[in-house]
């Protein structure tokens, strides 16, 4: 299902996301402890 603002199908996002309110903490985050990481 997909909502207003985007075209997102059910597995197109993971089943748990990082969403922290500061863009530039959450790229240091991904950078620093994720692998494979998709910013959407």
Known sequence: MST???QAGEKD???TV???G???RAQH???T???D???F
Request: charged share 15%; hydrophobic share 50%; proline share 10%.
């Open 4 to 6: 207003a603002h985007n």
């Open 13 to 15: 996002i993971a089943k």
């Open 18 to 20: 990082l969403m922290p």
């Open 22 to 24: 500061d863009p530039l």
């Open 29 to 31: 985050i991904a950078q």
């Open 33 to 35: 402890y994720l692998e």
């Open 37 to 39: 990481v998709v910013q």
